[in-house]
Structure formats: structure tokens, C-alpha cells
């Protein structure tokens, strides 16, 4: 996996604003762009959140949605990351039309995820809070938060992943027990400063 230029990434931002709006009018998902980047077309995971502007992190959410593997490429992901996020996150209506004047886009990139070997009570010393996204497993249930999640939050590395069980159904306590796998992965992730605004790089340290 290469670095994500910040050329490219705003191409990413762009380009999920430009899917959103597209399927507001015609309902369909657009097609990659003539001029998309070689680079883009390898395949990646990546998550499209929705934010509202102004408002602050932890009310601002209005949808995240995206593909932890890397099975599309990520021109095509981002496409339908944004379409999901926008339209079919469980936990919000669908995004309106008059909604996109107020709606900022973020674009994360993930790595591949990565297996935390060793005892469940050594997990919280192998992650790190702004580095790490994680991913729990157990059954059939999965849970997946992203790297600037724990920031906004203020959360150590403990509740981040008692949070991300949460996250999977699942009680809060379960990433130490033997038969839960925990996953870390990191993102390059872009913003929007603004509703269709300046794309900038997410620091997350």
C-alpha cells in the first residue's frame, strides 16, 4: 500500500461528495472518473464519514460507512462508501438534499488489518490511541472504530477497546477473553474544513 498524496486525497473527497450528489439526483452510483489517479485504482479498504459542520465530535456524526478489507479499488470503494454512508447507515435517515450544504466529508484509507497475536491482557499494550484503528471479532458478531475515534472522545486503550466491543454486540469486557480476535490497522485520513470547502490531512497526534 502506497502513501496517500494530499493531491489524492482530496481527489477522494471530491470524488465522494460528487457520488453523493449523484445519487440524490438519479440514484445510481456514478462511475469512476476519466482522470482518476493509476494509484487509485489499487484496492484498499476505506470508511466515508459524514459529519454535520460546526457541531461538535460527538453529536456531529451523520453517517460512516465503508469496507475494512481491501476487496474493491479505492476509487471504486470510495464511491460506495459515500453512497452507504449517506443513504444506508442503520442508525440515521437518509441524507436529504438540502442536508449537503451542512455536511462535512471525511475520507479514511485504512491499512490492511493485522491480527494482535499474544494473551488477551497484553492487547491494550499492543495498540496505541491515535495510530490504531481496531476491528473485534467473536462469533458472528464484528465491530469496527476508526483511528480519530478514541481522540474525540478522550478515550486510554482500554475503553477504546471495550468501546469497540460495544461496537460488536458484544459486552464491553470481551476483548480479553481467549476467543475474541482483536485487529489494529491505521488511515490516512481527509477532511473537509468546511461543507465543500479546503481539503486538508487528519492528524490524529
Known amino acids: ?33 476519466e482522470d482518476t489517479p493509476q494509484e487509485l ?9 459524514l459529519n454535520r459542520y460546526n457541531v461538535p465530535p460527538q453529536r456531529a456524526l451523520r453517517g460512516c460507512i465503508g469496507f475494512p ?14 453512497i452507504y454512508a449517506a443513504f444506508d447507515d442503520p442508525r440515521f435517515p437518509p441524507v436529504e438534499e438540502r442536508e449537503l450544504d451542512s455536511l462535512v466529508l471525511e475520507v479514511s484509507v485504512l491499512t490492511p488489518p493485522e ?8 492487547r491494550a499494550n ?3 490511541v491515535g495510530r490504531d484503528g481496531l476491528i473485534v471479532e467473536k462469533g458472528i458478531y464484528s465491530g469496527l ?40 490497522f491505521t488511515a490516512e485520513i481527509f477532511e473537509e474544513e468546511k461543507p465543500g470547502g479546503r481539503v486538508k490531512r487528519k492528524p490524529l497526534l
Request: overall charge neutral.
Open 1 to 33: 500500500m502506497y502513501k496517500i498524496s494530499d493531491e489524492h486525497g482530496e481527489f477522494l473527497i471530491r470524488l465522494a461528495r460528487k457520488a453523493i450528489e449523484g445519487y440524490l439526483k438519479n440514484g445510481k452510483e456514478i462511475e469512476p472518473p
Open 41 to 49: 485504482w489499487e484496492k484498499m479498504g476505506v470508511f466515508v464519514t
Open 69 to 82: 478489507m481491501p476487496i474493491y479499488p479505492l476509487v471504486k470503494a470510495t464511491i460506495k462508501a459515500a
Open 115 to 122: 491480527l494482535i497475536e499474544g494473551k488477551p491482557r497484553e
Open 126 to 128: 499492543k495498540i496505541k
Open 145 to 184: 472504530l476508526l483511528p480519530q475515534v478514541p481522540i474525540e472522545w478522550g478515550w486510554d486503550e482500554e475503553e477504546f477497546l471495550s468501546q469497540t466491543c460495544w461496537k460488536a454486540g458484544l459486552p464491553p469486557d470481551c476483548w480479553l477473553e481467549e476467543t475474541t480476535k482483536v485487529y489494529r
